[in-house]
C-alpha cells in the first residue's frame, strides 16, 4: 500500500514562527501536492512538484513556500505564520505511470497560528 | 477548465435509509471523476472512480456512483447508511498535470 507520512499531527505555532510541514511517500511517486482544508472552502491546492527541485503553484501560493530536494519528500514552509494560516494540511503524491492520476493523502497536519 | 459543484454542504439521513450526495462537474475534456471521504481527523480516502466505460461505478463500503454526461453529474449513493458512514465526502475532477479539483465537501450525519 501507498503510505503517505506528515510529521506532525498537531502543531501550535506563534506568529511570526518560521513553519516547516514535512511530508514523505514511500511510493516512488513523482507528482506531490500539498493543500490547505478549510471548512465550507474544501481542498485548496497551494503547491505541487513533478519531481526534484521542481515546484508549480497551485490557487494560493501567498504566503507559502516549498522544497523538493529528494524525490520521497515534499516540505511546506511558512516563512513567517499568521493567524489565517490556521488550517488543516494536506500532503498528497501521485504517480506518472498511473493514467487517472489517483491521489494519495497523508494524515493531515491540524496546523494553529496563535 | 474543470471544477465541480457538490450540492448540500450538510445531509442527515436515518440508519438504513438511501445516502445521496450530490456532484456537478464541468469539464472541457471528457473527465477523470473521484469520490474520496474523510473520516475525523484522519486525510482522505478514495471510495471509488471513473473513467470510461461502465458509467456505474462502484466502490468500498457499498458506495456507487453513476455518470450522466447529459446532465454532467456523478452522485454517489449507498442504499443503506450504516453508522460508521458518518463522515465528510469529497467529489473531485482531474484536470491537467495531474492536478485535481474538489468540491466543498458534503458532511453527512446518520442518526441512529
Known amino acids: 500500500d501507498v503510505k503517505v507520512t506528515q510529521s506532525s499531527r498537531y502543531l501550535v505555532k506563534r506568529t511570526g514562527e518560521k513553519v516547516f510541514l514535512e511530508c514523505v511517500q514511500d511510493?516512488?511517486?513523482?507528482?506531490m501536492f500539498w493543500y490547505r482544508q478549510d471548512p465550507g472552502l474544501g481542498l485548496r491546492l497551494i503547491y505541487f512538484s513533478y519531481d526534484v527541485k521542481m515546484k508549480e503553484k497551485g490557487d494560493i501560493p501567498e504566503g507559502y513556500s516549498v522544497s523538493r530536494e529528494k524525490k520521497e519528500r515534499f516540505s511546506l514552509i511558512l516563512e513567517s505564520a499568521s493567524t489565517n494560516q490556521t488550517s488543516m494540511y494536506l500532503c498528497?503524491?501521485?504517480?506518472?505511470?498511473?493514467?487517472?492520476?489517483?491521489?494519495?493523502f497523508g494524515p493531515g497536519t491540524r496546523l494553529t497560528v496563535t | 477548465a474543470q471544477s465541480v459543484t457538490q450540492l448540500g454542504s450538510h445531509v442527515s439521513v436515518s440508519e438504513g435509509a438511501l445516502v445521496l450526495l450530490r456532484c456537478n462537474y464541468s469539464s472541457s475534456v471528457p473527465p477523470y471523476l473521484f469520490w474520496y471521504v474523510q473520516y475525523p481527523n484522519q486525510g482522505l480516502q478514495l471510495l471509488l472512480k471513473y473513467t470510461t466505460g461502465a458509467t456505474l461505478v462502484k466502490g468500498i463500503n457499498g458506495f456507487e456512483a453513476e455518470f450522466k454526461k447529459s446532465e454532467t453529474s456523478f452522485h454517489l449513493t449507498k442504499p443503506s447508511a450504516h453508522m460508521s458512514d458518518a463522515a465528510e465526502y469529497f467529489c473531485a475532477v482531474r484536470g491537467s498535470g495531474n492536478q485535481f479539483y474538489f468540491g466543498t465537501g458534503t458532511s453527512l450525519t446518520v442518526i441512529p
Open positions: 498528497a503524491s501521485s504517480s506518472l505511470r498511473d493514467r487517472l492520476g489517483e491521489q494519495y
Open positions: 511510493m516512488d511517486h513523482e507528482n
